[in-house]
């Protein structure tokens, strides 16, 4: 799986029609509309997510992995 920093991911939640609800310190939490599910998202720097994290933020926002 390729790795890609919080900012590429929020870039891809976006697209996928993600709103950003609020940020809290180097977390930026997500929502959609219809879905009870809010995703947090970190934002340190140009760190890439770990792929476990990754993995389970996709599951979470119903994106497939060949999407990023």
């Known amino acids: 799986m390729k790795q890609i920093t919080g900012k590429e991911f929020i870039k891809i939640l976006e697209r996928h029609g993600w ?17 009870s599910v809010k995703i947090s998202v970190p934002i340190h720097g140009n760190k890439p997510i770990k792929i476990g994290l990754l993995k389970h933020l996709l599951k979470q926002a119903g994106i497939k992995e060949d999407e990023i």
């Open 19 to 35: 709103i950003l609800q609020r940020k809290e310190s180097s977390h930026f939490i997500y929502a959609k509309q219809g879905i």
